[in-house]
């Protein structure tokens, strides 16, 4: 890249080229945008968004523009905005307010075309709230409560299109176990069962056949190489192998074999560059090439050739190096 960044987003636009989005830079965050071009591996700037952001979400919409919302600022104070990219004219748009300020949120395209944002911190607690912006109406709405504060969670998409959220921080101190699903009919939560261990900073992953595989993640204490897959037919966990290594902060990519590269991160012993695959047929773990850099917060995206881009994160300082993984 052209600027060392972490806590970063990196989106995929329905061109093939990737969109990274603020983070933080040496000396803090940063309304800076890059485009990467993968067919000449180019790295051009954009137009900056009109506010800095660190911890905020990307979502690609169904027209292809990119709604960056939420996160805090250089100095740290939490941001209800938002803000639209349009591929096209590569310019910045801002458009409504969220009702909460938020970071450590998720934010989840639905089948529909809405944006689901769920919980998230506002500068005082972790939140239960939940709230969807429609794109066509430039509106927010009231998505419901769900029953746990949270944030540093996880959101997936599952299948049948309601939403499997997973653990994240009470505070940001402690985790918590449990999950809950977003039912986008109803506008309903419904608790779908407790984790064996408590997580945030994990990751998830859908896989093939519909399940989500969970995977490390820290309990406040403790860095987890601990995995766990939720069946949304039946609704139950299972505990599935241990990875080699602990790690939290790491990346988790589904592969077109179906299998799930989990890469970097940190654990209690320091920054990470191994990665492992794990196995859905055989539900075991073998591990997989290193990375060139240590690296945790990174981002990462799959291209449309299937290979897959690992963008700058952190060693002790912001990182603007990046990695091509060759499946």
Wanted: aromatic share 8%; glycine share 10%.
């Amino acid at each position: 890249m052209k600027t060392s960044r972490q806590k970063i987003t990196a989106s995929r636009l329905l061109t093939g080229q990737v969109l990274v989005v603020g983070g933080t830079e040496e000396d803090g965050a940063t309304n800076t945008t890059e485009l990467y071009d993968p067919l000449s591996g180019n790295w051009t700037s954009v137009t900056d968004m009109s506010s800095a952001r660190q911890y905020h979400t990307t979502s690609v919409l169904s027209n292809g523009k990119v709604l960056v919302i939420g996160g805090d600022t250089i100095y740290y104070n939490i941001m209800n905005t938002a803000e639209l990219y349009d591929p096209s004219s590569k310019k910045w748009t801002n458009v409504a307010n969220m009702t909460a300020s938020r970071r450590y949120h998720t934010a989840t395209v639905l089948t529909n075309g809405k944006v689901l944002v769920v919980g998230g911190y506002n500068g005082s607690v972790a939140q239960n709230t939940a709230e969807l912006y429609d794109p066509l109406s430039n509106n927010w709405i009231d998505a419901g409560n769900m029953g746990s504060r949270r944030e540093q969670h996880t959101a997936s998409l599952l299948s049948d299109g309601k939403v499997l959220i997973v653990g994240g921080g009470i505070n940001h101190f402690t985790a918590g176990n449990s999950a809950e699903i977003y039912d986008p009919s109803s506008r309903k939560w419904t608790n779908v069962g407790n984790m064996s261990i408590a997580r945030m900073y994990h990751t998830a992953s859908v896989l093939l056949d519909g399940k989500v595989l969970v995977v490390g993640g820290y309990n406040g204490s403790v860095t987890h190489n601990t995995a766990e897959l939720y069946d949304p037919s039946s609704r139950q966990w299972t505990n599935v192998a241990n990875m080699t290594t602990s790690r939290s902060l790491h990346t988790a990519t589904v592969l077109s074999d179906g299998k799930v590269l989990v890469v970097g991160g940190e654990n209690n012993a320091g920054w990470l560059d191994t990665a492992e695959l794990y196995d859905p047929s055989s539900r075991s773990w073998t591990p997989a090439a290193r990375m060139t850099y240590l690296r945790s917060e990174a981002a990462v995206v799959t291209l449309l050739d299937g290979n897959i881009l690992m963008i700058g994160g952190s060693y002790r300082n912001p990182l603007k190096s990046v990695e091509l993984y060759y499946p």
